[in-house]
T-cell receptor, first 116, second 112 residues
Framework: AQKVTQAQTEISVVEKEDVTLDCVYE???????LFWYKQPPSGELVFLIR??????QNEISGRYSWNFQKSTSSFNFTITASQVVDSAVYFC?????????????FGSGTKLNVKP | EAGVTQFPSHSVIEKGQTVTLRCDPI?????LYWYRRVMGKEIKFLLH????????ESGMPNNRFLAERTGGTYSTLKVQPAELEDSGVYFC??????????FGPGTRLLVL
């Protein structure tokens, strides 16, 4: 079975605080992709990052960073120095098979509230 | 480049009525997907088109849902007759063959 768990339903922080969103996944496949999407109040799902199962290097993009650990089946997302514009629902997703993104399995999402 | 568009953005209908949702993928994307998020739960896969063919429809809830993609361009998802439990947000996504899926803004469906 495939499953993505985002245990944090909602997180509230004050602007400039760092925040980490957790994502734990389950899969029987050795080849898979992990994703993060952001859903701002406008509703669309905005692609943030894709990682494949063979690349455990952490990635940093500006204030965003991702920590992929196969040993714990986790793909956590950290926002450094959070801003009000980061307020959104964030979804973690899993897709199996290296060459066929045929189906995403999503977590239930984490709502992030960044207060000024 | 225009993103994935969906129409309507919102729909409120009564139980038993029919509703048709439309998705226009990013130009050139052969792969088109439908997903649904019900009552704040996880977003769930409904089906996947490759051009006009249904590649995987394992997530379709029942035969009240009919998806089409004539000509391999835009897609429609019809719910007939609608039930209360069909309420939710319906997302469409598109991608190249091996690419990331890009999502539309969703259609919020409320069945009363």
């Amino acid at each position: 079975a495939q499953k993505v768990t985002q245990a944090q339903t909602e997180i509230s922080v004050v602007e400039k605080e760092d925040v980490t969103l957790d994502c734990v996944y389950e899969t029987r496949d050795t080849t898979y992709y992990l994703f993060w999407y952001k859903q701002p109040p406008s509703g669309e799902l905005v692609f943030l990052i894709r990682r494949n199962s063979f690349d455990e290097q952490n990635e940093i993009s500006g204030r965003y960073s991702w920590n992929f650990q196969k040993s714990t089946s986790s793909f956590n997302f950290t926002i450094t120095a959070s801003q009000v514009v980061d307020s959104a629902v964030y979804f973690c997703a899993l897709s199996e098979a290296l060459y066929n993104f045929n189906k995403f399995y999503f977590g239930s999402g984490t709502k992030l509230n960044v207060k000024p | 480049e225009a993103g994935v568009t969906q129409f309507p953005s919102h729909s409120v209908i009564e139980k038993g009525q029919t509703v048709t949702l439309r998705c226009d993928p990013i130009s050139g994307h052969d792969n088109l997907y439908w997903y649904r998020r019900v009552m704040g739960k996880e977003i769930k896969f409904l089906l996947h088109f490759v051009k006009e063919s249904k590649q995987d429809e394992s997530g379709m809830p029942n035969n009240r849902f009919l998806a089409e993609r004539t000509g391999g361009t835009y897609s429609t998802l019809k719910v007939q007759p609608a039930e209360l439990e069909d309420s939710g947000v319906y997302f469409c996504a598109s991608s190249h063959a091996w690419g990331t899926q890009y999502f539309g803004p969703g259609t919020r469906l409320l069945v009363l």
